[in-house]
C-alpha cells in the first residue's frame, strides 16, 4: 500500500465532496437557460459561489470560477496587466522571485510577447519576499502595472507578508495579485482584509475536484478577458459554468480545518533524527502548517523520490526536470543556496488522509534511500550527443 506524502501537489477528494459532485452531476441544466431546468442549475451554481465566497472572505460576486489555479493566475496577471495599459501605459510587474511556474511563465509570456517590464523582487533566507526591496522598487519606477506574490510558498511553505506587501503597493496605487493556492485550505485566507485585488486558488489543494478553481477579483478591480464569448460571468470569463464542480468545491471548502502541525512536526523531528545533515528549509514557525521542505548534502532529489517510492512513499522533490536532466530548485535558488545544495530536495506534505503510520513509514525507509542516493551522488546534466 502506498503512503501518500504529496498533498500539496494534490489531495484526495473529501468523501462529502465526492457525494456532493456525484449526486449533482445527475441534474441536467444549463446555467444560463431560463426555462424551470437551467434556472435550478442557476440556482445550485450560485449557492456554490455564496459558499465559496464565505470561506474566502469576500463578496460572491467577487467569486469568478475558472478551470484551476493556472488559469487564475493567467488571468489575473494578463488581465490586470492589459488593463492597466489602457490610459498611460504602466508595462512593469513587481514578481516575487520563487514563484510557482503558473506565475514566472505567464509574466515571462507578457514580457516577451507584449513587452512588459518585469522587475523580480528577490526573497531572503527563509524564501519570504523582502520588503525593503519590494519598497526601493516602487519608489525607483512609476509604471509599475501591479505586483504578485504567493500566500505561502508552494515548495519551501513560508507564509509571506500579503498585507504588508497591499499597503506598500496601495501608497502607489499599484494593485497586487496573490497565488494563495498552496495557502487555501492551511490557512486563514481573508480577501477583504488583505487589500488585495485578486486572488487565485484551486479546488483539488482542498478535496474538491480537479478541473475547477477560482479567481477572487475586486469589484473595483478591472481585466481583460482571456477568453470571449457568453460574458457569464460578469463580462471576465466566458464559457458554461460547471455548477456539479462548483457544488463539490464548495463542500470541500466548508470542511473543518484539521490541525495538521502536530503531524508535520512529528516528521520534522524524525527526519532529523534519522538523517544527520539534513536541513530544514524555509521559514521554521511561519509555514504552511503540512509542509515539511527539506535538502540533503550529496543527495539527487529525484534520486530520492524514485527510491522513496519504490519502497512505496509518495512525496515530491519540488524541482523542474527537464527532459530527463535534474535541475535544481529556483525557489531554493532564489534563497541564496547553490546548484549542488539545491538539488538534494525533498518535500513531504500532509493532508487530511495522513497518520502518524504513514510518517513513521517514511522515517522507516528514508535513511536507506539517502545512503543509495548518496552513493550514487549527483546525475550528469550534461545531455548526450544526439538526447533528443
Same mark, same amino acid.
Given at each position: 500500500?502506498?503512503?501518500?506524502?504529496?498533498?500539496?501537489?494534490?489531495?484526495?477528494?473529501?468523501?462529502?465532496?465526492?457525494?456532493?459532485?456525484?449526486?449533482?452531476?445527475?441534474?441536467?441544466?444549463?446555467?444560463?437557460?431560463?426555462?424551470?431546468?437551467?434556472?435550478?442549475?442557476? #440556482?445550485?451554481?450560485?449557492?456554490?459561489?455564496?459558499?465559496?465566497?464565505?470561506?474566502?472572505?469576500?463578496?460572491?460576486?467577487?467569486? %469568478?470560477?475558472?478551470?484551476?489555479?493556472?488559469?487564475?493566475?493567467?488571468?489575473?496577471?494578463?488581465?490586470?496587466?492589459?488593463?492597466?495599459?489602457?490610459?498611460?501605459?504602466?508595462?512593469?510587474?513587481?514578481?516575487?522571485?520563487?514563484?510557482?511556474?503558473?506565475?514566472?511563465?505567464?509574466?515571462?509570456? @507578457?514580457?516577451?510577447?507584449?513587452?512588459?517590464?518585469?522587475?523580480?523582487?528577490?526573497?531572503?533566507?527563509?524564501? #519570504?519576499?523582502? @520588503?525593503?526591496?519590494? !519598497?526601493?522598487?516602487?519608489?525607483?519606477?512609476?509604471?509599475?502595472? @501591479?505586483?504578485?506574490?504567493?500566500?505561502?510558498?508552494?515548495?519551501?511553505?513560508?507564509? /509571506?507578508?500579503?498585507?504588508?506587501? !497591499?499597503?506598500?503597493?496601495?501608497?502607489?496605487?499599484?494593485?497586487?495579485?496573490?497565488? !494563495?493556492?498552496?495557502?487555501?485550505?492551511?490557512?486563514?485566507?481573508?480577501?477583504?482584509?488583505?487589500?488585495?485585488?485578486?486572488?487565485?486558488?484551486?479546488?483539488?489543494?482542498?478535496?474538491?475536484?480537479i478541473g475547477i478553481g477560482a479567481l477572487v477579483l475586486s469589484r473595483t478591480a478591472t481585466v481583460v478577458p482571456l477568453i470571449h464569448g457568453g460574458g457569464q460571468q460578469r463580462q471576465v470569463r466566458s464559457g458554461t459554468q460547471d455548477a456539479p464542480?462548483?457544488?463539490?468545491?464548495?463542500?470541500?471548502?466548508?470542511?473543518?480545518?484539521?490541525?495538521?502541525?502536530?503531524? #508535520?512536526?512529528?516528521?520534522?523531528?524524525?527526519?532529523?533524527?534519522?538523517?544527520?545533515?539534513?536541513?530544514?528549509?524555509?521559514?521554521?514557525?511561519?509555514?504552511?502548517?503540512?509542509?515539511?521542505?527539506?535538502?540533503?548534502?550529496?543527495?539527487?532529489?529525484?534520486?530520492?523520490?524514485? @527510491?522513496?517510492?519504490?519502497?512505496? %512513499?509518495?512525496?515530491?522533490?519540488?524541482?523542474?526536470? /527537464?527532459?530527463?536532466?535534474?535541475?535544481?530548485?529556483?525557489?531554493?535558488?532564489?534563497?541564496?543556496?547553490?546548484?549542488?545544495?539545491?538539488?538534494?530536495?525533498?518535500?513531504?506534505?500532509?493532508?487530511?488522509?495522513?497518520?502518524?503510520?504513514?510518517?513513521?513509514?517514511?522515517?522507516?525507509?528514508?535513511?536507506?534511500?539517502?545512503?543509495?542516493?548518496?552513493?550514487?551522488?549527483?546525475?550528469?546534466?550534461?545531455?548526450?550527443?544526439?538526447?533528443?
Open positions: 500500500m502506498t503512503v501518500y506524502l504529496d498533498h500539496a501537489a494534490t489531495t484526495p477528494m473529501h468523501p462529502a465532496a465526492l457525494s456532493a459532485y456525484t449526486e449533482a452531476l445527475g441534474a441536467v441544466g444549463n446555467p444560463s437557460s431560463i426555462h424551470s431546468a437551467g434556472q435550478s442549475a442557476r #440556482r445550485v451554481l450560485e449557492e456554490a459561489r455564496e459558499r465559496v465566497a464565505a470561506t474566502l472572505g469576500c463578496e460572491p460576486i467577487e467569486v %469568478v470560477f475558472t478551470s484551476g489555479g493556472t488559469e487564475s493566475v493567467n488571468l489575473a496577471l494578463k488581465g490586470l496587466w492589459w488593463a492597466r495599459q489602457s490610459d498611460r501605459p504602466r508595462p512593469r510587474l513587481l514578481v516575487a522571485a520563487g514563484e510557482h511556474h503558473a506565475t514566472v511563465d505567464t509574466v515571462e509570456w @507578457l514580457e516577451r510577447y507584449e513587452g512588459a517590464l518585469v522587475t523580480w523582487i528577490p526573497l531572503d533566507g527563509l524564501g #519570504r519576499l523582502r @520588503l525593503d526591496a519590494l !519598497a526601493e522598487a516602487l519608489e525607483a519606477h512609476d509604471d509599475v502595472a @501591479l505586483v504578485s506574490l504567493l500566500w505561502a510558498n508552494n515548495e519551501v511553505g513560508t507564509l /509571506q507578508p500579503v498585507a504588508e506587501v !497591499a499597503a506598500l503597493a496601495e501608497a502607489h496605487g499599484v494593485p497586487v495579485h496573490s497565488d !494563495a493556492v498552496a495557502a487555501y485550505g492551511q490557512v486563514p485566507v481573508d480577501f477583504a482584509g488583505s487589500g488585495l485585488a485578486a486572488l487565485s486558488v484551486s479546488a483539488h489543494k482542498i478535496g474538491g475536484p464542480a462548483a457544488v463539490a468545491f464548495a463542500v470541500a471548502a466548508e470542511q473543518p480545518h484539521t490541525d495538521y502541525e502536530p503531524l #508535520r512536526d512529528r516528521l520534522i523531528a524524525g527526519v532529523r533524527a534519522a538523517v544527520s545533515g539534513a536541513v530544514l528549509r524555509g521559514d521554521p514557525v511561519d509555514r504552511l502548517p503540512g509542509n515539511a521542505h527539506f535538502t540533503f548534502e550529496g543527495c539527487e532529489g529525484d534520486s530520492l523520490l524514485f @527510491l522513496l517510492d519504490a519502497a512505496g %512513499v509518495s512525496v515530491s522533490t519540488g524541482s523542474a526536470c /527537464q527532459a530527463g536532466i535534474p535541475e535544481p530548485s529556483h525557489v531554493l535558488l532564489a534563497m541564496g543556496l547553490t546548484d549542488d545544495e539545491a538539488r538534494g530536495a525533498l518535500r513531504m506534505t500532509v493532508g487530511h488522509t495522513s497518520t502518524e503510520a504513514d510518517v513513521d513509514a517514511l522515517l522507516a525507509a528514508l535513511p536507506d534511500a539517502v545512503a543509495r542516493a548518496g552513493r550514487a551522488g549527483y546525475a550528469d546534466r550534461t545531455p548526450l550527443l544526439g538526447h533528443r
